[in-house]
């Protein structure tokens, strides 16, 4: 299943950047692949095998590529930005800080009398929050009228592509809805309905038995895969020390249910032959009824496919290879949804498990500790580095942070998923006893207070986390490179392949090195694009200023700068407010000019301009709700660009736009086209 994985994945990948080719030459390149299979298999001399293998390949690397051009063409866009009524029946419900998100089906779009039948679409729906909004479940039927646009690209440089993250999963629209544009018209019955409305009993037995929000948010998450409690203080602590994949349901817990589930089965001993079958098929009931349940992630989907092939095998008596059982489970996924390939935790998921299966043993085995408790924390701490080999990689390309502890949370996380997950399933099971439900809920409250208390500790720690790590898709390749010539190494017993990897570790020390001398030469000016605010860097080598307003908060600068500061190598510089004055050697601040290294900029404020002779600028920089007057400016200055924030709001947008225009300048406009920067070469 490995090599049949393979050319599927490289199919799927072209076929995300190759252009759509016809149907018809698809579907009959499939049909010739195939029948040359059925004609070479009987027919081909051994020593002319290879040919066999070729078309074999060829033709997965054809089935990859129309899966994906045939799920691109199914999420083709056929919806302009439009205003009028649509009825369709929610996916999701999830609360957002400020409003609740709903992700919904299409079912009819209603306009101009017109009634347009469709199933394909969905959109992304923000409601206002309250009672209704808050109690709405996957199934309900609902109308909402408002203005219907295409989910916006990122608007500032580096940071999380959410139109693209969507566009994966199939949803290209959102639509804000007004306080009473909305109507609950009914309901649908189906299994998403029915999962929810079991997910919610749930989560009620669990706020009656758990008050405090961190340990409920971190049992919610672990058991029922709801992570809508979970704060940004949870959050943080357990990203900070490498133990957020406890908090997303995964192998881990999958594998936990049906141990739980084989073990209580195993109390049940009829003398049917056919019992083994029937206990097996009841094991992968509850596996995928789990998987369900909590919400049906890529990684959840994987582990409960994963483990329901090991369940088949044991079943059957078969010798399990866990390797064609990883790949078996892919490959199947991946003909399902190949967009399931670019899922950051389908990705991390299969490394973990791939890293663990491998790595795990040796390491282990490298250290031999006499004390049965020892030999215990040392097999948890196996485990973590043997998951985090595997995947540092693309964890540092995905997050650009290392958990410098994540040995030390792994052993306290492990185990107390373990408990935290057997002892959820008691309480639902047992909730209708009070005395014992009681009792359960005590220990669980315990074990969830203290695996917080634990992880908080370990935040911190000194040193704790590592951030601002930017590394590129060569960094990865080359990393990925090295660790299989390591692999093939204790494999092969060669020291050639370690030289390999030793040349991988040469080509990443040059990147890196070429990447420290582009930092240090640097010149540039970002001008981002924040909702009424103002944000400004300058990046001078290692050094950066910022000017920013004082009521822009430092959680909306770290949300829109942080991760392009770390692309420059940045993470602390000078800041300063818009009007301060300030000197130094690289830069002078006034008023409403600055000079910063080669760059001068003009910020003009509500006051006539008072420069007599002709002033060349390069950038002349319009923020703020005052006026301006900018005509007056525009006749004695000549900017090289004109720039308007996101806070100007869209009034003084309009207007300056229109002077400009007729002055004959195209300003560049942030909240529609993003930051501006200017690089000087």
């Known amino acids: 299943m490995v090599r049949l994985l393979l050319p599927l994945i490289a199919g799927i990948y072209l076929g995300t950047k190759g252009d759509s080719l016809l149907i018809y030459w698809r579907v009959g390149g499939l049909l010739l692949l195939l029948v040359c299979l059925i004609l070479l298999l009987p027919r081909t001399p051994f020593h002319k095998r290879w040919w066999y293998g070729l078309v074999i390949n060829a033709f997965f690397l054809l089935f990859g590529y129309s899966l994906m051009q045939a799920k691109l063409d199914n999420q083709a866009v056929r919806i302009n930005a439009i205003h009028s009524p649509v009825i369709a029946t929610v996916i999701s419900n999830v609360p957002t800080a400020q409003k609740q998100r709903l992700l919904v089906s299409i079912n009819e779009i209603i306009s101009d009398s017109l009634i ?128 957020m994949h406890v908090l997303a349901v995964s192998g881990l817990h999958v594998g936990l249910v049906q141990l739980i589930i084989g073990y209580l089965l195993s109390f049940i001993r009829p003398k049917w032959r056919a019992w083994k079958y029937f206990k097996t098929i009841l094991i992968i009931l509850s596996i995928w009824a789990f998987a369900v349940l909590t919400g049906s992630s890529p990684s959840v989907l994987r582990a409960a496919t994963m483990f329901s092939f090991l369940a088949v095998g044991i079943a059957l008596q078969r010798v399990v290879n866990i390797y064609n059982t990883l790949a078996a489970s892919a490959f199947l996924l991946l003909c399902i949804n190949p967009f399931f390939l670019f899922e950051i935790g389908f990705q991390l998921s299969y490394l973990a498990v791939i890293g663990i299966v491998y790595f795990q043993p040796k390491i282990y085995r490298s250290w031999y500790i006499g004390n049965t408790f020892g030999r215990y924390l040392w097999k948890l701490g196996a485990v973590s580095l043997a998951a985090q080999i595997t995947t540092l990689p693309i964890s540092l390309y995905y997050f650009h942070q290392l958990p410098l502890y994540f040995i030390l949370s792994g052993l306290v996380v492990v185990p107390a998923a373990a408990l935290i997950l057997s002892l959820c399933i008691l309480l639902f099971m047992l909730q209708s006893i009070p005395l014992i439900a009681l009792l359960i809920g005590k220990a669980l409250f315990g074990v969830l207070y203290a695996t917080n208390a634990l992880i908080f500790l370990i935040q911190q720690m000194p040193g704790s986390l590592l951030e601002g790590i930017w590394i590129n898709a060569l960094i990865v390749i080359l990393l990925y490179a090295m660790i299989i010539c390591i692999v093939i190494s204790i494999e092969a017993r060669s020291y050639r392949y370690i030289l390999y990897g030793l040349f991988f570790l040469l080509s990443l020390s040059v990147n890196n090195a070429f990447r420290q001398w582009k930092v240090q030469h640097q010149q540039a000016l970002v001008i981002y694009q924040i909702h009424s605010g103002s944000l400004l860097d300058y990046f001078s080598g290692k050094d950066r200023l910022s000017l920013v307003n004082r009521t822009v908060s430092i959680g909306a600068i770290k949300h829109v700068a942080t991760l392009h500061r770390w692309y420059r190598g940045n993470k602390k510089g000078e800041k300063h407010s818009f009007g301060d004055e300030a000197n130094s050697n690289d830069y002078y601040l006034g008023k409403d000019f600055a000079q910063l290294g080669p760059y001068r900029i003009l910020m003009p404020g509500s006051e006539p301009p008072q420069i007599t002779d002709s002033l060349c600028l390069d950038v002349l920089f319009l923020k703020g709700k005052e006026s301006i007057p900018l005509e007056d400016y525009l006749s004695c200055i000549y900017p090289k660009h004109i720039v308007i924030d996101g806070s100007a709001g869209w009034r003084n947008e309009f207007q300056w736009q229109k002077i400009c225009n007729k002055a004959g300048y195209s300003p560049h406009i942030t909240s529609k086209e993003g930051a501006f920067i200017l690089e000087f070469n």
């Open 116 to 243: 347009e039948r469709t199933t394909a679409d969905k959109l992304l729906a923000y409601l206002e929050k309250d009672t209704n909004s808050l109690n709405l479940m996957p199934g309900d039927v609902i109308a909402l009228e408002g203005q219907i646009h295409l989910i916006n690209p990122p608007m500032n440089p580096n940071a999380f592509n959410y139109q693209q993250y969507m566009l994966r999963r199939g949803v290209y629209h959102q639509v804000y809805i007004k306080e009473g544009n909305w109507v609950y018209l009914g309901y649908q019955s189906g299994i998403r309905r029915t999962s929810a409305i079991w997910r919610r009993y749930f989560l009620n037995i669990l706020q009656k038995h758990i008050p405090e929000e961190n340990e409920y948010a971190v049992a919610a998450a672990l058991s029922l895969g709801y992570k809508s409690g979970i704060n940004e203080k949870i959050r943080n602590a357990y990203a900070d020390t490498g133990a």
